[in-house]
């Protein structure tokens, strides 16, 4: 049998109802941010900036902040340790390099140029 008091047990209850209720919450509205997000993406897409790099750098960054609420929130690397955050950012300056890679292969005047 628990040695519990009854009156802890129900403020055991409580606490953990609340908590549930408290990361439900961030859940549904990281939720509805990763909904704008995807509108935006497409409201993005069917804009012309006149310039095919701004309109893939605007796509990459709205791709990248839903990335940061899915493994923040979703994932729970928003209270992770020092070591994800070291792998992560290594992660992140690889993934910039080679966007930036990318975009200047596609400007004018490069040896690569896709028409």
Same mark, same amino acid.
């Given at each position: 049998?628990? $040695?519990? /008091? ?6 055991? $209850?409580? /606490?953990?109802?609340? $908590? ?7 859940? !549904? ?8 997000? =995807? ?25 990248? =902040? ?10 729970? !690397? ?23 890679? =990318?975009?200047?292969?596609?400007? /004018? ?7």
């Amino acid at each position: 049998m628990s $040695d519990m /008091h009854p009156a802890s047990a129900a403020a055991a $209850d409580i /606490h953990s109802t609340e $908590d549930a209720r408290k990361h439900i919450r961030t859940y !549904l509205i990281v939720g509805v941010a990763l909904m704008c997000g =995807t509108v935006m993406t497409v409201w993005a897409s069917l804009i012309d900036f006149h310039s095919r790099e701004i309109n893939i750098a605007l796509a990459l960054f709205i791709a990248s =902040t839903k990335g940061f609420l899915v493994a923040g929130f979703f994932m729970h !690397l928003i209270s992770e340790k020092k070591m994800i955050y070291a792998i992560l950012s290594f992660t992140v300056f690889f993934f910039l390099a080679l966007m930036y890679l =990318t975009v200047s292969s596609t400007m /004018h005047g490069n040896i690569v140029h896709i028409r």
